[in-house]
């Protein structure tokens, strides 16, 4: 089963891809968070386009794991974007909700260790590189929403 994952945040969203059997999750791509209707289009757009089945979307809470107010601004999103996808005929469609605490650090820190500031995005982004689409920190959104996946993708694998 294929699934896509989110980590939302203010201004962007990162969203990670699985491959086609729900086992390795990779980075796809930032989408910009300014118009609610469209960029919930925009994500719908990529479940359609992906044939994904599940979209994990990372819930922030606090260290101490209780709810704050971006894990409810997180989770009332998450309520919308499943009633859209059944208004679109996506019914097969499962929204589900995944604890991030520490994806994006993580992500950051996998980022530092691969490149740090002599990274290659680093210096393309610097230079203004045509082909590179977003900024070094939206790669780490991107990255991060992998982390919020992967860790989803692991804990639903069956025991060996």
């Not at 994500?43 to 101490?64: D, H, S, T």
Request: proline share 2%.
């Amino acid at each position: 089963m294929r699934s896509l994952g989110l980590d939302i945040g203010d201004k962007r969203t990162g969203v990670a891809i699985s491959d086609p059997q729900g086992i390795l999750a990779t980075p796809l791509t930032v989408l910009a968070n300014k118009d609610e209707d469209a960029f919930i289009n925009e994500i719908l757009k990529l479940v359609e386009q992906y044939k994904a089945e599940c979209i994990v979307v990372g819930l922030p809470r606090r260290l101490n794991g209780e709810m704050g107010k971006q894990a409810n601004k997180v989770t009332a999103f998450a309520d919308k974007l499943s009633w859209r996808a059944k208004r679109s005929n996506l019914n097969q469609l499962d929204v589900q909700l995944w604890d991030e605490r520490f994806s994006t650090k993580a992500a950051e820190r996998l980022k530092t260790e691969a490149g740090g500031k002599r990274s290659k995005l680093r210096s393309r982004a610097k230079r203004g590189a045509k082909n590179h689409s977003f900024s070094v920190k939206a790669a780490v959104d991107a990255i991060a929403a992998a982390f919020i996946l992967q860790g989803f993708l692991d804990s639903h694998r069956p025991e060996q």
